[in-house]
């Protein structure tokens, strides 16, 4: 039974040949899930556990896969705030 965990670990902490569907498929599960920019990988990881998605990525790719999805969301926010405030200020200039 130990062995059986020993490799098991082994193969988690081997890295996988990254497979460039991988990446985007992960970010499709954490928009399923409504993954926002204030999520948390600790509370995230383990309600994606169980599906493949997840377990094609490896432990660090998921975590770097999961920040880059956060900065992703964050930066489209930032620019549809920027742009909703041009948007406002071309109103008001037109209005006078």
């Known amino acids: 039974m130990f062995d059986a965990y020993v490799q098991q670990l082994r193969a988690e902490s081997r890295p ?3 497979n460039p569907d991988t990446t985007p498929a992960f970010w ?3 928009a399923e899930h409504q ?3 204030d999520s948390r990988w600790a509370e995230v990881s383990g309600a994606l556990a169980q599906d493949p998605r997840f377990a094609a990525l ?3 790719e998921r975590a770097r896969a999961f920040a880059a999805y956060q900065q992703r969301l964050a930066q489209a926010q930032g620019d ?3 742009h909703a405030a041009k948007q406002a200020r071309l109103k008001q200039a ?3």
């Open 16 to 18: 996988r040949s990254h």
């Open 28 to 30: 499709q599960l954490l």
């Open 35 to 37: 993954v926002s920019r």
């Open 58 to 60: 490896g432990k660090g």
């Open 80 to 82: 549809a705030e920027r």
């Open 94 to 96: 037109h209005a006078n």
